[in-house]
């Protein structure tokens, strides 16, 4: 493959106030964008000018959804160093929803090397409060001007920034939390353990009646059953039931979080019980019934740590840890915002510096 050649943007942004970012509203001046094509394989990487793609009203990702996504961060130290959490395994895990949909294999190490060159480019756009960070969003879509269905023979991998801040405007305080019983995201053998597009876009209706009604996010149940619980639109789950940490098992219909994967290695390596199984939602609710459901909470590299302060199940409210974040949630949520702002060894070997 290529070096990657740079075409610097002549035209520079003004950047945002860092105090009041939100998140994915502004982007940085470049992006970088890789092509494929059958037969030549990904080729001509170029980190140029962010600017507007230009597609045929015939591309296929429009009318087929071969859409992949992932999603970072990069983070400013207080001596000045740039860090990446695990982005290794953001490549990786992108591979697995390229070979879901279709779509060519991509050199994890290339891609990481990549996501480097664009952060570097753009270190003047990492904010340095604590809290923000450079969001990192690499996607890939198909680019075939075709009308039929069948895999592409061209596409795009591209790498976007945005500066953010916090993700929910509730920070860390506990958030209330639907539990969907109408609507399915995702079964077994389908795109469930992926990134895809298609997911999120299935995910809309129940999140926009949940904010009608004033939750935050919705909690998906199994698409056969509707009664095991598999994750919020954004997040992994985890509850803690007499002293034991649950979290639903990969079976193939959610996502394998790389926060989620975190979560539990700082947790076996402080000592404590965690169980990976399938966990009804009226287990949950007869456990806080009994006084044993001591703590909920949610992983994912938008929020981190998320935790649930209110669950509503069919017109039945709980609420959990008296609306508080508990101990557990904390210690997570420390544990690994102090390693991705280098404050803290980092014994697990996550973060990745940017020259």
Known sequence: MNDIRITMNETLKSKPDAANLGFGKYFTDHMFIMDYTDGKGWHDPVIMPYSPLSLDPSTMVFHYGQSVFEGLKAFKTADGRILLFRPRDNMVRLNVSDDRLCIPFIDPDFGVEAIKALVSLERGWIPDQRGTSLYIRPFTIATDPFIGVKPSETYKFIIILSPVGNYYPQGINPVKIFVEDKYVRAVKGGLGFTKAAANYAASLKSQEEAHAAGYVQVLWLDGVERKYIEEVGTMNVFFKIKNQIITPALEGSILPGITRSSAIDILKDSGYDVVERRLGIDEVFKANEEGQLEEAF??????????????????????????????????????????????????FNWTVEVK
């Not at 509503?312 to 949520?333: A, H, L, Q, V």
């Open 298 to 347: 949610g992983t994912g590299t938008a929020a981190v740590i998320s935790p649930i302060g209110e669950l509503s199940w069919k017109s039945n409210k709980i609420i959990i840890n008296n609306g508080k974040i508990g101990d557990i949630s904390k210690k997570i949520y420390d544990t690994i915002t102090s390693i991705q702002y280098g404050e803290v060894y980092d014994k």
